[in-house]
């Protein structure tokens, strides 16, 4: 079965330290992507990074940072230089092919807590 | 450019009333659309995808349904309300087979 899981509720961390959203995922297929969103507390989803299943770099966007181990099906999230701003909720999401279409499956998420 | 447009942003409705989500895409073609619920501090629960109009897939057996009516237009609705559908709504695109999802604003309801 295709699943995503992140097993911190939540999470504390100084402003300007780095800190990393634990992903993991499961999977069958040998092609698929991985995502993490934010969501503060307005309740849009904002797009953060993406991995793809054959990418050989990790991926990058700004501060934030995608630590793929694909072996080991984790998609963690680095987030550098922590802002106050960045106090949220975090998704990681696998795009997963099933039933005939595309799907995007969310694990149950991690809430931020950016401290001055 | 793309957006995504869905409303109203929150909506307070009595048990056992009628519902109808409105969700609109600009600025593409043929797009993957999406309704998701998100229970108070919980991830993203799937309810309905389509690739088409009229094409419609419901991943949870529950009290909604969806429609397609036209290209970019993804609608949500129930006949009764329960008490169990509030919650936060979102509709959400996806070019065909790439790419992520692009997620609009939400809507907050809740039954009473």
């Known amino acids: 079965a295709q699943k995503i899981t992140q097993t911190q509720p939540g999470m504390f961390v100084q402003e300007k330290e780095a800190v990393t959203l634990d992903c993991t995922y499961d999977?069958?297929?040998?092609?698929?992507?991985l995502f993490w969103y934010k969501q503060p507390s307005s309740g849009e989803m904002i797009f953060l990074i993406y991995?793809?299943?054959?990418?050989?770099q990790n991926a990058t966007e700004g501060r934030y940072s995608l630590n793929f181990q694909k072996a080991r099906k984790s998609a963690n999230l680095v987030i550098s230089a922590s802002q106050l701003g960045d106090s949220a909720m975090y998704f990681c999401a696998m795009r997963a092919f099933s039933g005939g279409y595309n799907k995007l499956i969310f694990g149950a998420g991690t809430r931020l807590a950016v401290h001055p | 450019s793309q957006t995504i447009h869905q409303w109203p942003a929150t909506l307070v409705q009595p048990v056992g009333s009628p519902l109808s989500l409105e969700c609109t895409v600009e600025?593409?073609?043929?797009?993957?659309l999406y309704w998701y619920r998100q229970a108070a501090g919980r991830g993203l629960q799937l309810l309905f995808y389509?690739?088409?109009?009229?094409?419609i897939s419901s991943e949870v057996p529950q009290n909604l349904s969806a429609s397609r009516p036209q290209d970019r237009q993804f609608i949500l609705s129930s006949k009764k309300l329960l008490l169990s559908d509030s919650g936060f709504y979102l509709c959400a695109w996806s070019v065909r087979g790439v790419g992520g999802y692009t997620f609009g604003s939400g809507t907050r309801l809740t039954v009473v």
């Open positions: 600025g593409t073609s043929n797009p993957n």
């Open positions: 999977t069958s297929d040998p092609s698929y992507g």
């Open positions: 389509s690739v088409g109009i009229g094409q």
């Open positions: 991995q793809g299943s054959y990418d050989q």
